[in-house]
Nanobody, 116 residues
Framework: QVQLVESGGGLVQSGGSLRLSCAAS????????MAWYRQALGKQRELVAV???????YYADSVKDRFTISRDNAKNTVSLQMNSLKPEDTAVYFC??????????WGQGTQVTVSS
């Protein structure tokens, strides 16, 4: 099973930018669909963005045109570039790896706090 470790969270002012990274173990990273989820305090975890093994992408409406997901299969990493951050983007962000025939993996999460 792939293991995931996120980094890059922190505190930023409204309108600022952050880049989250997720490092994956294992040599078959490229077959996984990778995603970022987030969970704000007291709310359910929600899907933010997906980049499939085919490199097609999906974004939640709330982050479209502000966030960009990318992957580097040679380095076993997936990133989330977050621009024009808003206070409502404050949450713990989780990296996710999923594949139809393999167990889903989650990272431990990284806190993103956007101050107004």
């Amino acid at each position: 099973q792939v293991q995931l470790v996120e980094s890059g969270g922190g505190l930023v002012q409204s309108g600022g930018s952050l880049r989250l990274s997720c490092a994956a173990s294992g040599s078959i990273f490229g077959i996984y669909n990778m995603a970022w989820y987030r969970q704000a305090l007291g709310k359910q975890r929600e899907l933010v963005a997906v980049i499939r093994s085919s490199r097609t992408t999906y974004y939640a409406d709330s982050v479209k045109d502000r966030f960009t997901i990318s992957r580097d299969n040679a380095k076993n990493t997936v990133s989330l570039q977050m621009n024009s951050l808003k206070p409502e983007d404050t949450a713990v962000y989780f990296c996710n790896a999923n594949h139809p025939t393999r167990a889903t993996a989650w990272g431990q999460g990284t806190q993103v706090t956007v101050s107004s």
